[in-house]
């Protein structure tokens, strides 16, 4: 499974992005997906996941309220709409797919894309 994410940038505190990521192969051989987020100097944290069949949806506290984790229409693509944005929030976004056990630790993920760089100017 190759994972392409795209959509980051520039954007002043405040503003708002939606980040994408393509998955290779339709979401029915992977149960979930997610993106994750890794600021200089800092680990690889947890943001957001959506699994398929379920539905389920879990944020990390620090995103609850301002981005939303969503599936597109075209079923092999999930979409991070970030909102009010911060200048804490300003990383490299990957998305991941195919989590096992604990959703929200990245080494629970087998594919990952390559970072999309988001960047909040204050």
């Known amino acids: 499974v190759q994972l392409q994410a795209s959509g980051g940038g520039l954007v002043q505190a405040g503003g708002y992005l939606r980040l994408s990521c393509a998955a290779s192969?339709?979401?029915?051989?992977?149960?979930?997906m997610g993106w994750f987020r890794q600021a200089p100097g800092k680990e690889r944290e947890f943001v957001a996941t959506?699994?398929?069949?379920?539905?389920?949806?879990d944020y990390a506290d620090s995103v609850k309220g301002r981005f939303t984790i969503s599936r597109g229409n075209a079923k092999n693509t999930v979409y991070l709409q970030m909102n009010s944005l911060t200048p804490e929030d300003t990383a490299v976004y990957y998305c991941?797919?195919?989590?096992?056990?604990?959703?929200?630790?990245?080494?629970?993920?087998?594919?990952w894309g390559q970072g999309t760089l988001v960047t909040v100017s204050s």
């Open positions: 991941a797919a195919s989590g096992r056990g604990r959703l929200s630790d990245p080494k629970e993920y087998a594919y």
């Open positions: 192969e339709h979401t029915f051989s992977i149960p979930n």
């Open positions: 959506i699994s398929w069949s379920s539905g389920f949806l």
